[in-house]
């Protein structure tokens, strides 16, 4: 009889903390489609100034004449008139510094008082082929200093440009860039270059090949073969034409959620469309980390400046992001760091268990994500509350990044960054 009071008593509990919390999107896949893009925020600004800059690197010279357009590291910066914060915003997973949900966080800080830098992701082609030492992303230190060391060009540019006045120095990320927020700020506490004041991470994943298997996946098991994923894509297509003008055709993660979103679909269909705009990453990656290395894995040839492209992703096939990590990125780091690596080995470096120690007694380091956020297993949100602690909460729901421009997730996020005050109760 006890024992059934004390279960009863932490379910009334745990039903009033949920209760408290009123996102409305209870699905996970309805929230990572419809909400990861939509600001649910009161007094956030339509749009806000921002201005686009480049920068010529090293690597900015090499670029294949095929992908010209790439050439030099690209982001952008929301300036306020006067001496103000300064906050870095680390895209997801293969997004641009212009992506819709990095756009919305930049907003978001500007009306806050934020001066904004917004950051392309590691798995993007502008930031693999300007930026990447290695130009094969995946192992998070490598990718993390390739970070710091732009970042910092980004700063200095926009220092000497527009003479911008700077008290403190901030960081955030989602998804991935949540990922990477940790480790850069693991390797600041190492270089002082920025002395974060405060570092706050949205989402993010833990284990690199997890979360990356899971989305694969998605994919993989709701279809029977991959001629099937040809059917999809065809279908995303006629659903584009209808809903976006031909001079703004472009196919992302991005605009196959928006276009969606008004549709009810099953879990099955959101699974697949979920899986589908990641994959989207992952074969971009496959071919530009092929061509830049010439690892001729995929296509024998090299494309000329007006080669027909067809021939080069008919290649690929759907490649997902586990063939990225075989085919290439194993086979890079085996000859880099030795016979001796196993791939078990490599996957370690993606995961954000090797910072456990120092995340651990970072006291400037928030993490947040949620319940049924289904890149996480059962191990890594028990990571995040174990390492993080009170520095730490897991919401009821919101899916993957579904929820993080909703007001109650927004007001915790400013809170900490404006006071340094973080409230992980609902």
């Known amino acids: 009889m006890r024992r059934y009071l004390k279960f009863v008593f932490i379910f009334l509990m745990s039903a009033t903390l949920y209760a408290a919390y009123d996102f409305p999107m209870k699905n996970p896949y309805v929230a990572t489609i419809i909400g990861s893009s939509k600001i649910m925020t009161a007094g956030v600004p ?14 900015s010279k090499k670029i294949p004449e095929n992908l010209w357009y790439e050439r030099g590291f690209k ?10 914060p300064l906050i870095y915003v680390l895209s997801g997973t293969g997004s641009a510094y212009n992506s819709v949900r990095t756009q919305n966080f930049q907003k978001i800080f500007y009306e ?17 082929l300007n930026v990447s030492n290695s130009q094969v992303p995946g192992v998070l230190i490598q990718d993390g200093l390739d970070l710091y060391n732009v970042m910092g060009d980004m700063l200095s540019k926009v220092k000497k440009e527009d003479n911008l006045q700077i008290t403190d120095i901030y960081l955030m990320g ?13 390797l600041d506490s190492l270089g002082k270059d920025f002395n974060f004041k405060r570092v706050y991470m949205v989402n993010p994943s833990i284990n690199l090949y997890y979360s990356a298997k899971v989305l694969d996946d998605m994919l993989d098991k709701n279809i029977e073969n991959k001629a099937q994923i040809g059917e999809v894509v065809d279908e995303v297509i006629d659903e584009v034409k209808k809903n976006i003008s031909p001079t703004d055709l472009e196919i992302t993660e991005e605009s196959i959620y928006s276009i969606f979103e008004k549709h009810e679909l099953s879990n099955k269909k959101m699974q ?20 830049i ?14 080669s027909r492209m067809y021939p080069y992703f008919e290649a ?4 997902d992001f586990s063939d990225y990590l075989e085919k290439l990125a194993y086979p890079y780091y085996l000859k880099i760091l030795g016979g001796d690596l196993t791939f078990n080995d490599m996957v370690k470096y993606g995961n954000l268990r090797i910072l456990r120690e120092y995340l651990k007694n970072e006291k400037k380091i928030v993490a947040v994500t949620n319940e049924d956020d289904f890149i996480l297993s059962p191990k890594d949100k ?7 602690l009170e520095r730490s909460l897991i919401y009821p729901y919101g899916g993957h990044c579904g929820n993080m421009f909703y007001q109650t997730n927004v007001d915790k996020m400013l809170e900490f960054l404006n006071k340094g005050v973080f409230n992980n109760e609902l």
Not at 46 to 59: F, Q
């Open 46 to 59: 339509e749009s806000v100034p921002v201005k686009e800059y480049k920068i010529e690197l090293g690597r």
């Open 75 to 84: 982001f952008s910066l929301s300036k306020q008139k006067g001496k103000a």
């Open 112 to 128: 806050a008082g934020y001066h904004v830098l917004t950051v392309t992701s590691v798995f993007n082609s502008n930031f693999v």
């Open 174 to 186: 989602y998804s991935m860039g949540a990922t990477h927020s940790a480790v850069l700020s693991y």
């Open 272 to 291: 697949i469309l979920i899986g589908l705009a990641f994959n989207l990453t992952s074969i971009d990656l496959n071919y530009i980390v092929d061509q």
């Open 293 to 306: 290395n010439g690892t001729h894995v995929y296509s024998k040839t090299v494309p000329g400046k007006f």
């Open 316 to 319: 690929i096939n759907f490649a």
């Open 382 to 388: 028990a990571f995040i509350t174990d390492t993080f």
